[in-house]
């Protein structure tokens, strides 16, 4: 399933909004400027102000300021992953040296910052007050999430709910809220602003999962940094968390307690996760969540743009890389 051919009718929509987190980073300090086109110009998926473009499509929403509010979302997604990746002391994003690599750690926290105000400037063109409570609502479930994920780093006793839980706030919320924006600037009833926020929220939680997934039987090539990264930074994702459920392996539990982990350390807790259905486990759970959110769709009128969002859906499953 090709992405680029799925969200083919929003095609200069997308360009729109490429053009728009382009020209809002241009700033007197050039150090802005270079470190926003490293980390936006790696790549990424857009998935949320994709999310945002087709929720006004379905209602037919022409007002410019959806351009501007799709932007805000992916700054506020991009603030966060280079606050993360200084966190985790990150090296590689989407195959490129992370910008904390590049520029140290003082500067890509203080763009991070940069890009949370910004989408808090651009929020406000909106003039819709529902809009600005929901996305500062969501800034601080995101903050809350990563604090969780800190606390959770290291601990082979964290509960899938936990896991749940850190996810949720991590990474689906804010693709909920994305999805949200139609129908709140439509006026719509408070049911399919849930419909909204129901099919985000539970594809948002399905792209974790593969995320997750993907970090143990992908490559680095096609994943774009180092495969096995959770398990170097001591993040205990569902994977391994189901597979210990299964075979609670001594082993391994002190494998990943060591100070410094051997490549062959993480071979072995690879190799441990996918022997003991880990990953399996994880795509069932992802698919669970995938239903779900195609489950919300089937409550709305059909058109062009519920199918496209159908068919995000089902990508977020398909994807392997």
Known sequence: ?????????????????????????????????????????SGGKRLRPTLTILSCKYYNIKDPVIYELATAIEYIHTATLLHDDVVDNSELRRGKETANILWGNQAPVLVGDYLFAKAFILMVKSNNLKILDLLSNVTGLLAQGEIFELVKTGDLNTTIEEYFEIIEEKTGVLISAAAQIGPIMAGASEVEIKIFKNYGENIGIAFQLVDDALDYISTDKVLGKKIGIDIREGKVTLPLICALEKN????????????????????????????NNGIEITFDYANKYVKKAVDELEKLNKNQFVEILENLAHFITARRY
């Open 1 to 41: 399933m090709d992405l680029k051919r799925i969200l083919s009718p929003i095609e200069k929509d997308i360009e729109i909004v490429e053009e728009l987190i382009y020209k809002n980073l241009e700033n007197r300090i050039g150090l802005i400027q270079e470190i926003g086109k490293h980390i936006f110009g």
């Open 248 to 275: 609670d392996n001594q082993e391994i539990r002190d494998i990943f307690y060591k100070d410094e982990l051997t490549e062959d350390d993480i071979e072995k807790i690879r190799k441990f996760v996918i022997e």
